[in-house]
């Protein structure tokens, strides 16, 4: 599954075709084998295709929110080379220094 910021994402562009296809009443197994026709290893998971077809029969066609909202998760980290140096620096200097008290000092 591709991980880029797009304009609109592969899964939201499967979503609208998910909306789209449950509006005509295509069945969840010949939308999912569409969508893997076209997106190949890219493609959402057959369990994902139905629980987004369950979603969109109860939307009226073309109301349903296909974007993902923001939600809460695993924070972001940064891991760049900049930032290991910096947490490298810290605990050389502090050994006794808690994971927790780390991101106060970066």
Not at 43 to 72: L, M, Q
Not at 77 to 83: G, I, Q, W
Request: charged content about 25%; hydrophobic content about 30%.
């Amino acid at each position: 599954m591709q991980t880029d910021s797009n304009a609109m994402s592969t899964r939201c562009k499967q979503r609208a075709v998910i909306e789209f296809l449950t509006a005509e009443k295509v069945n969840p197994t010949e939308i999912y084998r569409r969508l893997k026709s076209v997106y190949g290893d890219d493609a959402v998971d057959r369990s994902t295709v139905y629980r987004w077809v369950i979603k969109f029969r109860g939307c009226e066609p073309g109301k349903a929110i296909i974007v993902d909202g923001t939600r809460s998760g695993r924070p972001i980290t940064a891991t760049d080379n900049k930032h290991h140096k910096l947490v490298d620096d810290l605990i050389q200097s502090n050994q006794q220094i808690t994971q927790q008290h780390i991101p106060n000092h970066v």
